[in-house]
Nanobody, 116 residues
Framework: QVQLVESGGGLVQPGGSLRLSCAASQSIFSINSMGWYRQAPGKERELVARIHRLGGIDYADAVKGRFTISRDNAKNTMYLQMSSLKPEDTAVYYC??????????WGQGTQVTVSS
């Protein structure tokens, strides 16, 4: 069974940077999209950034220009580089891989806290 494991979260001051990683336990085929989501306390889970099957990338308006999503196929790993972090970026961040046909894989989440 495929497992996704996130890492790289932590406590950072406003204006700081973090890089999240999402490693898959094995290669996943027929990927429709792969991305990062986040959920803040009391709020619904929301899309942060996503890479589509043909390479297009979406970013939430709130993170455009500050966050960058990327992938390393050889390492079965996806990244989220986060810069100019704000307190409102505080959330649990989850990685997701969606296969063609509707199957979804989720990581366990990693906490990001932006505070002085």
């Amino acid at each position: 069974q495929v497992q996704l494991v996130e890492s790289g979260g932590g406590l950072v001051q406003p204006g700081g940077s973090l890089r999240l990683s999402c490693a898959a336990s094995q290669s996943i085929f027929s990927i429709n999209s792969m991305g990062w989501y986040r959920q803040a306390p009391g709020k619904e889970r929301e899309l942060v950034a996503r890479i589509h099957r043909l390479g297009g990338i979406d970013y939430a308006d709130a993170v455009k220009g500050r966050f960058t999503i990327s992938r390393d196929n050889a390492k079965n790993t996806m990244y989220l580089q986060m810069s100019s972090l704000k307190p409102e970026d505080t959330a649990v961040y989850y990685c997701n891989i969606a296969q063609l046909g509707g199957r979804d894989y989720w990581g366990q989440g990693t906490q990001v806290t932006v505070s002085s």
